[in-house]
DNA sequence: CTGAAAGCGCTTACAG
DNA sequence: CTGAAAGCGCTTACAG
């Protein structure tokens, strides 16, 4: 199969066809899908033999290091795969940057075979990112994002509202009523969810939310969790408990406890949210609301590559369950 | 880079380098040797094929489970990848289990163009899998071997019996002189050189090891870290120190101490091995050996790449440097 | 065993 | 937005 045929049978000229694949801006939307439907057809272009056979799909971090809740994501991600016979490949912001060329960055992943890219990253992607992909139509499914994207993008989540309403519900359970929330970053959109889910169990309980109980780390790494974590174990009255929106900065909470001579659970509870292995390692083990990862791997690779076979998908985003895990860093506060 | 220009510095024509890359018998070895070499230096490929345009290494884990410490090896691949114009594709134990059928494992890997496998796995990976590499041409490197491959395995490793001296020199120096060692697989290599490393530092400063402060917990996980620190922690006298040999083992020491109703530092110092991000997350964060990951994983590619381009290597296992970091979880002993 | 020459598949600068 | 034409990189049948 050679280009050539392909223009004949599409009746444009071999240079249009030549545009197509490589991507090119200069081409009519029409034109465009009747070369991409015939190419698909006669399993050519981005789709060579050699490709074809042994698919590939881009999962891409935008982070600058990879943190353990990343280490669950490509597992699950690598798992799903496995079952479809599609070979996970892992990209990472760094050399081959795709905000410094996005065309290249997306010319290259269709070039070298990808059918579709899942994306972790802190924001959605940057749109001329987006665009670059939609040029040649890589399909693109956000995995976990921090913000709610809009409804061009694909993506899948968790329930981030019930995570919150949970941990707020289970410490008010224990009688806890003091309790803060030591969240990532603030404008999130998971982050409000949580805030919001967290908020409204309170209030079912008519427990009050001071504004001093509710802060923000910026990140979601222990380091700003011991910071913030002190900051708040330094009020008068200091909270009795503390919601973490990440299990890292749950830990931190606890280091910032013991460094005031504080115990968890005995003077403090901490629940923390994702219930990655950090959470069974911390000393307490960590009360957490744990994230469908293994879940959401498989639906984001599911859901890629529905996209790029060209089948309709159910919802341009879906949340799967969270749910609460009770281990040993939570207890009803004194007295 | 193109024919022609390698054809000119070889001084042959360009249909003559066409050959060579091609495979065509109808070449002088003389001929193909010049050809060969300049390709090599000018780093040509030839990008006829796909596969060889979109080079891929496997980076295949031999676990049930990846743990903290292997994404610290997956940043490192891929980062070293990135540099080289590699995509690393991660592959683990499950569907597509090459110890249930090895010769098809291979040839999957070889169709799809990989060229070489880095390989994590706890012991060396079975010899009819080697074999079955070997037969595909596939070069095979073990990352971080726990045991001690023969001469015919290529590996990278970590200074393992240095790691341990310094550990016990270090706890030593702090006056401590009742300190265990909580050991994961007995019988690995690696687990022999830390434990060796830490003897000979112990016998250098005429400190006794007596037989019952010498335990392994069987694997490197937190469980039983929990369950074999408390176990050490119940010995009259105690020990007033713990050289657990990863991090996560010694996060299961300070649980099993906390569960005992003893502080650390100020009752126990603990020393873990990896320095994987857990040990700035644990309370408090840990001191501990780090380990080359980063330095290994380039290393390995490296040394992958070497092998899948027909050239020597220096040595067919190396080790990189071990590195005392001192945190919180040590100090001298009470009186 | 080697290379000149024809030719294939693809890309691109440019005219319309 | 499209395609004719020039041209690039590579392969191959064939003459020597």
Chains 1, 2 share one sequence.
């Not at 909270?239 to 460094?259: H, N």
């Not at 307490?284 to 529905?306: D, N, S």
Request: charged letters at 20%; proline letters at 6%; hydrophobic letters at 40%.
């Amino acid at each position: 199969m050679t280009l050539a045929k392909i223009a004949e049978s599409a009746g444009v000229s071999v240079a249009t066809v030549s545009k197509v694949i490589n991507g090119r801006p200069d081409v009519a939307q029409q034109t465009r899908d009747k070369v991409l439907d015939l190419m698909r057809q006669y399993n050519y272009g981005g789709y060579r033999d050699d490709l074809r056979a042994y698919p590939t799909v881009e999962l891409f971090f935008g982070f600058e290091r990879l943190s353990i809740y990343h280490t669950e994501i490509i597992q699950s991600v690598v798992d799903a795969g496995a079952r479809e016979g599609i070979a996970v490949v892992v990209g990472r912001r760094g050399d081959h940057d795709p905000a410094a060329d996005p065309a290249a960055w997306a010319r290259g992943l269709a070039a070298a075979g990808r059918r579709a890219v899942i994306a972790v990253t802190a924001n959605t992607l940057s749109s001329p990112i987006r665009a670059a992909l939609d040029r040649v139509r890589m399909p693109l499914v956000l995995l976990d994002p921090e913000s709610l994207p809009d409804n061009s993008i694909v993506s899948v989540g968790a329930t981030n509202f019930s995570g919150g309403h949970a941990a707020a519900a289970y410490l008010l359970s224990l009688g806890h009523r003091r309790i803060a929330y030591l969240g990532g970053t603030e404008h999130a959109g998971s982050n409000q969810a949580r805030l919001h889910g967290f908020r409204s169990a309170m209030e079912a309980a008519g427990a009050r939310v001071p504004t001093e109980l509710v802060c923000h780390a910026g990140t979601f790494h222990a380091a700003e969790g011991i910071e913030h974590g002190g900051r708040l174990l330094a009020l008068s009255p200091p909270p009795t408990a503390v919601f973490a929106s990440s299990d890292e900065l749950a830990a931190g909470v606890i280091e910032a406890a013991r460094r005031r001579g504080l115990r968890v659970p005995e003077d403090l509870s901490v629940v923390g949210f994702d219930d990655t292995p950090l959470a069974q390692v911390t000393s307490p083990p960590l009360t957490t609301i744990h994230g469908p990862v293994r879940e959401m791997g498989a639906v984001a690779l599911r859901t890629a590559l529905q996209l790029a076979a060209d089948e309709k998908i159910d919802s341009h985003h879906v949340e799967l369950a969270t749910q609460l895990v009770v281990r040993e860093s939570t207890r009803p506060p004194r007295d």
